[in-house]
């Protein structure tokens, strides 16, 4: 159902991979609701991903782009602003790595080159992407910036390794970063996060499936899914949250909140039998 709650309104959509990905949810959710975007992601995940099929389905167009490159980025922003005619209105920041996810090497020893890299990618790109937006004046007032992250930059979730850091990060830079856009350009930034989503780049961290199912006994509701995140984020790129930022915002089925629930005493109690 469409509401046509982004007629109007332009923006950028950063890390659609596959039918899997939040941002390829929300690239969807976007279009039906009469958003028009730019789609980008590093050349690398595009050649990975499905990012043409997306393209084509919603009338967007695609500009790689490397969010840890300050050359990249510029011409990214600048390009979008004249494919778009004009200044933006909506950015999703949904990037996240961790080499030493990949490569199976415990949080307690670390290869620091690793860890420099996926903090660049996971968290430092977002301060990236917004002061390169801050610098070329190039969201209009009201705008919104929303960036993905994790219930494990608050709680110990010893799996997610350094990841837990970096959205740990992430959500001070969209603090920090946040007052200034507000402050000075009348721009909204906000994170979400997301109960655990069985996406391509979730998958990769170890025991996954045990976090998506631990957290669906937890929560009242059940875990928020990738289009239910797509739709929250709808709702922030809207003109109805114009007053909502510096916010971290909980779509994860009352989980972040909980902290022993039935289903999870009787799984308990069963396995002490």
């Known amino acids: 159902m469409s509401f046509n709650l982004l007629k109007g309104k332009k923006g950028i959509i950063f890390g659609a991979l596959d039918p899997n990905s939040i941002a390829w949810k929300t690239a969807e959710r976007v279009h039906e609701e009469g958003g028009e975007f730019v789609l980008t992601n590093a050349p690398i995940a595009m050649r990975m991903g499905q990012i043409d099929q997306l393209a084509s389905k919603t009338g967007?167009?695609?500009i790689p782009a490397d969010a840890t490159n300050l050359e990249d980025l510029e011409n990214l922003v600048e390009k979008s602003m004249e494919l778009?005619?004009?200044?933006?209105d909506f950015v999703l920041h949904s990037i996240?790595?961790?080499?030493?996810v990949r490569k199976g090497r415990a949080y307690t020893d670390q290869n620091y080159d690793w860890t420099q890299k996926g903090t660049d990618v996971s968290a430092m790109s977002f301060h990236k992407t917004m002061q390169t937006l801050y610098k070329k004046d190039a969201m209009n007032e009201w705008g919104s910036i929303v960036a993905l992250t994790y219930m494990a930059a608050q709680r110990v979730f010893p799996d997610y390794n350094d990841m837990a850091d970096n959205k740990a990060y992430l959500e001070s830079i969209a603090r920090s970063f946040g007052y200034f856009f507000g402050r000075d350009k009348k721009v909204r930034v906000n994170t979400i996060s997301q109960s655990p989503?069985?996406?391509?780049a979730g998958q990769g961290v170890k025991g996954?499936?045990?976090?998506?199912?631990?957290?669906?006994?937890?929560?009242?509701?059940?875990n928020a899914t990738a289009l239910d995140c797509a739709n929250y984020t709808v709702t922030l790129f809207s003109d109805l949250t114009k007053r909502v930022t510096l916010q971290n915002l909980y779509n994860d089925g009352g989980f972040s909140n909980m902290g022993v629930s039935d289903a999870v005493m009787d799984t308990f109690v069963e396995n002490q039998e």
Do not use: Q, R, W
């Open 84 to 88: 778009l005619g004009g200044k933006i």
């Open 197 to 200: 989503t069985p996406t391509t």
């Open 96 to 100: 996240g790595m961790s080499v030493n």
């Open 208 to 222: 996954f499936d045990g976090f998506i199912a631990y957290a669906e006994k937890m929560s009242p509701l059940g």
């Open 60 to 62: 967007s167009h695609i």
